[in-house]
């Protein structure tokens, strides 16, 4: 079955590197996405990740995938205060039609 | 950009009451989606379109119906509000294709008294 969790919770500081992680268990997974969600605000597409790449950049952003291990993971370089949200990964799935599953969800909190 | 507008911000409904939430996308896309969002539990598929007229249940569909009349809207329908559908709601739309990210609208934060 689908299943995608997330740690509830993250503190940085400012100009500190973060990382959210991300664990899901159907591995047939095809792509993998990264969402914002600002404080009263709908969910915002960062990045995705296709499901046989290892690693995607850009900019700021890292996505690193382990497929081994139905790992992923969002590095943030140079965090800011902008960057205090709600993160969600997702997966969309082979033959899992046109939805996405989503993970509970990382409230990232940069502290100056 | 693709824009996803729900109708209304902010709700408070009685027990007991029906409630229509409204959703349109202006990209002409096929796939239509209504999630809620709860603290600790993320997002969860409540139900979902591929087509106008069609509906798919998703993971939470008790206590909610939908409609897809025409392409451009879908309506989530809370046939008798209770208490423990408080909630944030939002809706999204998808185009076909692998790639084809949720695009969502700002959220309907619904209380039920």
């Known amino acids: 079955g689908e299943d995608v969790e997330q740690s509830l919770f993250l503190s940085v500081r400012e100009g500190d590197s973060s990382v959210i992680n991300c664990t899901y268990t159907d591995s047939s997974s095809t792509y993998l996405y990264w969402y914002k969600q600002e404080p009263g605000a709908g969910l915002q597409l960062l990045t995705y990740i296709f499901s046989n790449m290892d690693m995607k950049q850009d900019q700021r952003l890292t996505v690193l995938l382990n497929k081994k291990d139905k790992h992923l993971s969002l590095r943030i370089a140079d965090t800011q205060t902008g960057d205090s949200a709600i993160y969600f990964c997702a997966e969309s799935l082979t033959g899992g039609g046109n939805k996405l599953t989503f993970g509970t969800g990382t409230q990232l909190k940069v502290e100056l | 950009d693709v824009k996803v507008t729900q109708s209304s911000r902010y709700l408070v409904k009685r027990t007991g009451e029906k409630v229509f939430l409204e959703c349109v996308q202006d990209?002409?896309?096929?796939?239509m989606f209504w999630y809620r969002q709860d603290p600790g539990l993320g997002l969860r598929l409540i139900y979902f379109s591929y087509d106008v007229k069609m509906k798919e249940k998703g993971d939470i569909p008790e206590g909610y119906s939908v409609s897809r009349e025409k392409k451009e809207r879908f309506s989530l329908i809370l046939e008798s509000a209770s208490t423990n559908q408080t909630s944030m709601y939002l809706c999204?739309?998808?185009?076909?294709?692998?790639?084809?990210?949720?695009?969502f609208g700002n959220g309907t934060r619904l209380t039920v008294t």
């Open positions: 999204a739309s998808r185009g076909t294709g692998g790639y084809s990210p949720l695009h």
């Open positions: 990209m002409d896309h096929e796939n």
